[in-house]
Nanobody, 126 residues
Framework: QVQLAESGGGSVQSGGSLRLSCEVS????????MAWFRQFPGRERDSIAV???????????RYIDSVKGRFTASRDNARNTVYLQMNMLKPEDTAMYFC????????????????WGQGTQVTVSS
């Protein structure tokens, strides 16, 4: 009954922007840690941005260094949707992007999350 559905991926040139959406159903995303992951071919999924549960105190999202300043994660609780705004995209950002949820206050950086979306492909050309 719980579903996470990503959308918004596509192909852009280096320096371009995309906004990914993750529509959540079956749970209230505001009560969950929400995270964005990406997966390069032949590699495991790596977390890139996390938003702690609002029950943790509404702390701002946290990011890995390689996307900090370029990517912005956010919540729209009225839509039960999580977003990832990606600016100044680089070819090395090319990957499959996933959203995930876990019933915790504070988001872990590992990939042992409870719920996953199907992924959306992002391709950045030089």
């Amino acid at each position: 009954q719980v579903q996470l559905a990503e959308s918004g991926g596509g192909s852009v040139q280096s320096g371009g922007s995309l906004r990914l959406s993750c529509e959540v159903s079956g749970i209230m995303s505001r009560d969950y840690c929400m995270a964005w992951f990406r997966q390069f071919p032949g590699r495991e999924r790596d977390s890139i941005a996390v938003i702690d549960s609002e029950g943790h105190g509404g702390d701002p999202p946290r990011y890995i260094d390689s996307v900090k300043g370029r990517f912005t994660a956010s919540r729209d609780n009225a839509r039960n949707t999580v977003y990832l705004q990606m600016n100044m995209l680089k070819p090395e950002d090319t990957a499959m992007y996933f959203c995930a949820a876990i019933d915790r206050f504070y988001c872990p950086w590992h990939n042992d999350y409870d719920y996953w979306g199907q992924g959306t492909q992002v391709t950045v050309s030089s």
